[in-house]
Each structure stands twice: as C-alpha cells, then as structure tokens.
Antibody, heavy 117, light 110 residues
C-alpha cells in the first residue's frame, strides 16, 4: 500500500526557516515525480513545487521561487521541502503527493506550518 | 496565473445528481486534457477521483464522472449518497510545469 508520511511542521517566526520531510513507501519512489501542495486554513489547495524522479528538474509556483527548495533522497525514499524567509501567508497544511502524469494520485496526511510571531 | 473557478457550493438530495463546474482559460483547462478532481473530507487529505478529465482511478465508483468542453471541466456525482458530502477540487496542468487548483466546492447532501 502506498504511504506518504510528512513531518517537520511547526511554529516558526516570520523570516525563519523550516524543512519538511515526506517518507514514502509502498511504491517505487525512484520512478515517481513528487510534489508538494499546501492548503491555508479554511482555504483551497495550492500546488507549490514538484521534482523529477532523479532530482534533475524542479519547478515552483511563483510565490515561493527563491525561498523554497524541493529535493529528494532516493536512497532513503525521502522527499524534502526546505522553506526559507517564511511569511505569514505561507501558513498552511503542507501535503506531499505522488505525481504520475498530470494528476496527484496519493497524498500524505499533511503537516501544519504556522508562521507567526 | 489565477486559480480555476468553481462554485463555492452545490447540493442535492440522496439519489439525485449534482454537477460541479471548473472554469479556466485557454492556457490551462482549455489547452490540455489534464484535468483532475479531488474529494476532501474535513481534516483529511484530498483523494483523487477523476484524472485526465474523465478517467477513474482504481477503486473509485463510477457514480463520479468527469467531462470537459473548451475551458470548462465538470464533475458529476450521480446517485448522491450521504458519504459524498465533502469538498471537491479541480486541478489542471497550466503549461510551463505549473499546476492550478480550483477554489473548491462544498457539496451538501440534503
């Protein structure tokens, strides 16, 4: 069974940094594009970033370019999201998801990031 | 790029059908067949229920169906059941390795 388990969320001050992790199991991680999607409290979903199977390509939504970095460790089946220069508007539940083709077919349970002083 | 447009709410009685629209533009929904739909219960992760506009992932009942015409995609839930009460989101590829979501539609079973 596919499992995606996020961790690393928490409370951080504006301007601070946080690194999220997503542990993948139940599928061949090295064959899958992976993505991060976020959801602000009471709001809709927003695609944040994705990364190719071998990590050679990564793409971001404009609002996080230059601040967030997606990466992966294929030896450990781990996906990461390094978030720097955090802003209040980055407050959200962050989900990792498997990204075959043009849809997101399996999602983790999410980890909450709160940016507040 | 702006989010795709969905009605904030939709409702129907058990057994009836409800259709949710998802409107984009020529560079996202109108330009690709890569529209997907997700069901989300409160406090839970989204679940893929339709991909490539009208295909079902394994295990999703065929009461859920999708279609697309021009820059508008639609999700129809037939034979509405109490368990279908949830939020529904559309998503589309928007070119240049970017993806957009709709604002979400809350479906209420009356």
């Amino acid at each position: 069974e596919v499992q995606l388990v996020e961790s690393g969320g928490g409370l951080v001050q504006p301007g601070g940094s946080l690194r999220l992790s997503c542990a993948a199991s139940g599928f061949t991680f090295t064959r899958s594009w992976m993505t991060w999607v976020r959801q602000a409290p009471g709001k809709g979903l927003e695609w944040v970033a994705n990364i190719k199977q071998d990590g050679s390509e990564e793409y971001y939504v404009d609002s996080v370019k230059g601040r967030f970095t997606i990466s992966r460790d294929n030896a450990k089946n781990l996906l990461y999201l390094q978030m720097n220069s955090l802003r209040a508007e980055d407050t959200a539940v962050y989900y990792c998801a498997r990204h075959p083709g043009q849809s997101f077919d399996w999602w983790g349970q999410g980890t909450l990031v709160t940016v507040s002083s | 790029q702006s989010a795709l447009t969905q009605p904030p709410s939709a409702s129907g009685s058990p057994g009836q059908s409800v259709t949710i629209s998802c409107t984009g533009i020529s560079t996202d929904v109108g330009g690709y067949s890569h529209v997907s739909w997700y069901q989300q219960y409160p406090g839970k992760a989204p679940k893929l229920i339709i991909y490539d506009a009208n295909k079902w992932p394994s295990g999703v009942p065929d009461r859920f169906s999708g279609s697309k015409s021009g820059s508008t995609a639609s999700l129809t839930v037939s034979g509405l059941q109490a368990e279908d009460e949830a939020d529904y989101y559309c998503s589309s590829y928007a070119g240049n390795n970017q993806w957009l979501f709709g604002g979400g539609t809350k479906v209420t079973v009356l």
